[in-house]
């Protein structure tokens, strides 16, 4: 069972509301990444980060913004929810697995279902 | 254009039948493939990993396969019971960057039948 925790689970606002989803881990990885994913679609990558103060942006043009102040700590922002940011958002971190980064194993969280109204 | 292309798109199934999931890939240069199972409103777990060098894994009653020549893999299941009713999600990753990027198929939808 992975460590890594996700709030809030369910979320619905309204248009124009700033909003952050937070995501933690335990497990003391460097890696930490948000992925978008729509029902029945892939994952998108959205944002990764490398380590503190190590911020990249994904594949998916996205208008969130995310911090890495602390090792165990991933937040994701959106200043102002728009209908088209209705989806599931996954944090995952990765280590590797037995010393080898072809190896390496991503651990995801339980995902935040949000709703913009 | 790196791809994952998973089939079928959903299966039924009854409890206690055995099945099994494609998954094929043009994926360069091939660093691993996993197979990872998704709860419904949870997130992916994963299942198993294989490298290159290795052509199939088992985890419990998953098996999964690879042929890197033709770039498929597969996922077998054994004796399904109702807690399989999942998405299972086959992902391979690049050798590419330092980030190892990983390429999601859109999942198969399992549900098994009691």
Redesign the interface.
């Known amino acids: 069972e992975a460590d890594i925790y996700q709030t809030p689970r369910y979320l619905v606002i309204g248009t124009g509301k700033k909003i952050t989803l937070e995501c933690s881990q335990t497990m003391g990885h460097d890696k930490m990444y948000w992925y978008q994913q729509d029902p029945g679609m892939e994952l998108h990558l959205i944002h990764y980060s490398y380590g503190v103060n190590s911020t990249e942006k994904g594949d998916l043009s996205s208008e969130s913004t995310v911090s890495r102040i602390r090792t165990e700590h991933f937040p994701l922002t959106l200043e102002s929810a728009r209908p088209s940011h209705t989806s599931q958002y996954l944090c995952a971190s990765s280590d590797k697995d037995g010393g080898a980064q072809s190896r390496e194993t991503q651990y995801f969280g339980p995902g935040t279902r949000l709703l913009v109204l | 254009k790196n791809q994952?292309e998973q089939s079928p798109?959903s299966l039924i199934i009854l409890e206690g039948k055995n099945c099994t999931l494609q998954c094929n890939y043009t994926v360069s240069p091939f660093?691993?493939l996993?197979w990872y199972k998704q709860d419904t409103?949870?997130?992916?777990?994963?299942l198993t990993?294989m490298?290159f060098s290795e052509n199939t894994k088992s985890n419990g009653r998953y098996t999964a396969t690879l042929d890197a020549d033709t770039k498929q893999s597969s996922l077998h299941i054994t004796a399904s019971q109702l807690s399989d009713s999942a998405s299972y999600?086959c992902v391979v990753?690049d050798?590419g960057s330092?980030?190892?990027r990983?390429y999601?198929?859109?999942?198969t939808?399992l549900t098994v039948w009691p």
């Open positions: 994952v798109q660093s691993n996993r409103g949870r997130g992916p777990v994963s990993i490298t999600i990753s050798r330092t980030l190892g990983l999601f198929g859109r999942g939808q």
